[in-house]
T-cell receptor, first 117, second 112 residues
Framework: DAGVIQSPRHEVTEMGQEVTLRCKPISGHDYLFWYRQTMMRGLELLIY????????DSGMPEDRFSAKMPNASFSTLKIQPSEPRDSAVYFC???????????????FGPGTRLTVT | GNSVTQMEGPVTLSEEAFLTINCTYTATGYPSLFWYVQYPGEGLQLLLKATKADDKGSNKGFEATYRKETTSFHLEKGSVQVSDSAVYFC???????????FGTGTKLQVIP
């Protein structure tokens, strides 16, 4: 089975430009997460969805960040306008409630390395 | 709220040495506990898990035991290899609760 797919793997853009990161979760998973990883702040949860509905976006740093999940197999994270401090690796992860309703491990994509100059 | 504290790295070991990475947690109720590993240039992947007190998770020679009395979940391996060089994250999730709380990660470097 294919794992979580993210695109692009690398993105270099200039300050002020719009950036869109994409994620395809594992088929059948009903939870999707967006994380950001930097050396200074470690791994941060930005937002997560359940059945395509945003549940908790308290980690989204500011209004420049937005995320959508139009269907069960696709999500985007958009930054507009981008700033140098947004440079980081952005991960998408998905998980499933399973038959017991208790959720466990998350499956991570390979990440998108964003550089804003 | 939930939190995870793990030992700071980097940890440098010679091949075949014994590894321990300490992890303690704070949580209400009975969380599930995990160790994730991140190899260079890749996303995190689940290494092992334990879902109740005294459970021992194991995988690829790594082990960790869920100790409720000490709120700990230390990662161990008897003989590390160069290929084990990676960043290791301790994590927890509450019962029926989807969010996973991650530690800050411990970088392990194994030298030949």
């Amino acid at each position: 089975d294919a794992g979580v797919i993210q695109s692009p793997r690398h993105e270099v853009t200039e300050m002020g430009q719009e950036v869109t990161l994409r994620c395809k979760p594992i088929s059948g998973h009903d939870y999707l997460f967006w994380y950001r990883q930097t050396m200074m702040r470690g791994l941060e949860l930005l937002i997560y969805f359940n059945n395509n509905v945003p549940i908790d976006d308290s980690g989204m740093p500011e209004d420049r960040f937005s995320a959508k999940m139009p269907n069960a197999s696709f999500s985007t994270l958009k930054i507009q306008p981008s700033e140098p401090r947004d440079s980081a690796v952005y991960f998408c992860a998905s998980s499933s409630a399973g038959t017991s309703g208790v959720r466990y491990e998350q499956y991570f994509g390979p990440g998108t390395r964003l550089t804003v100059t | 709220g939930n939190s995870v504290t793990q030992m700071e790295g980097p940890v440098t070991l010679s091949e075949e040495a014994f590894l321990t990475i300490n992890c303690t947690y704070t949580a209400t109720g009975y969380p599930s506990l995990f160790w994730y590993v991140q190899y260079p240039g890749e996303g995190l992947q689940l290494l092992l898990k334990a879902t109740k007190a005294d459970d021992k998770g194991s995988n690829k020679g790594f082990e960790a035991t869920y100790r409720k009395e000490t709120t700990s979940f230390h990662l161990e391996k008897g003989s590390v290899q160069v290929s084990d060089s990676a960043v290791y994250f301790c994590a927890l999730s509450g019962w029926g609760y989807q969010k996973v709380t991650f530690g800050t990660g411990t970088k392990l470097q194994v030298i030949p």
